[in-house]
């Protein structure tokens, strides 16, 4: 049974460029968050989608936007990147949205320069 | 906002030493409470969690950790290391309230154990 999966593994952007991660979720799971982690500190809720729509978001600009597919998978877009949007991007699934475990995929590093 | 507070930022131990790592969260509701662990080179994963009942905890590889609701505090223990406990540890709080499972995380305990 395959767990959280994401790709890629590793990016390099260029500032002002635009970048999507994928992610599929847990077999059995149908709904996907996405964090961002920042060096040195933990994980930040960016988005969540069930049903194929965004259902919460975080303290997180437009530039991020984000999609879910009738497969339950989900991508995650970033716009206009900074030099700041350089963290490790990860992705969680969960069955339903009721405050049950999240399962994390081995996240994306995004370097920005 | 809630926000939870991790006390320790780096914890250096010999094996067999025991490990507590604090956990201490803002927010006046019920809530869900989860410790992470993120070990070199892997994916976060679950070791323990706290939704109702019994207050003390058990999770795997031997680690407990005990809801104190008054302190609103999820305090995490371990009474022997090994060094393979080497890793990032990550408390995490869900609000009940709120709808869907967000996750607010603390900033992590990076845990060094030395053989």
């Known amino acids: 049974d395959a767990g959280v999966t994401q790709s890629p593994t590793h990016l390099i952007k260029t500032r002002g460029q635009q970048v999507t991660l994928r992610c599929s979720p847990k077999s059995g799971h149908d709904t996907v968050s996405w964090y961002q982690q920042a060096l040195g500190q933990g994980p930040q809720f960016i988005f969540q989608y069930y049903e194929e729509e965004e259902r919460q978001r975080g303290n997180f600009p437009d530039r991020f936007s984000g999609h879910q597919f009738p497969n339950y998978s989900s991508e995650l877009n970033v716009n206009a990147l900074l030099l700041g949007d350089s963290a490790l991007y990860l992705c969680?699934?969960?069955?339903?949205?009721?405050?049950?475990?999240?399962?994390f995929g081995q996240g994306t590093r995004l370097t920005v320069v | 906002a809630q926000s939870v507070s991790q006390h320790n930022h780096h914890v250096i131990l010999s094996e067999a030493a025991s490990l507590e790592l604090g956990c201490n969260y803002s927010?006046?509701?019920?809530?869900?409470l989860f410790w992470y662990v993120q070990y070199p080179g892997q994916h976060l994963q679950l070791l323990l969690k706290?939704?109702?009942?019994?207050?003390l905890v058990k999770g795997i590889k031997g680690f407990e950790a005990e809801f104190i609701k008054s302190k609103f505090s999820f305090n995490l223990r371990k009474p022997s290391v090994q060094w393979s406990d080497t890793a990032e540890y990550f408390c995490?709080?869900?609000?009940?309230?709120?709808?869907?499972?967000?996750?607010?995380f603390g900033g992590g305990t990076r845990v060094l154990v030395k053989p």
């Open positions: 969680a699934s969960s069955p339903g949205t009721g405050g049950t475990e999240a399962f």
């Open positions: 995490a709080v869900n609000p009940l309230r709120a709808a869907g499972n967000k996750l607010t």
């Open positions: 927010y006046g509701g019920t809530v869900n």
């Open positions: 706290y939704f109702s009942g019994d207050p």
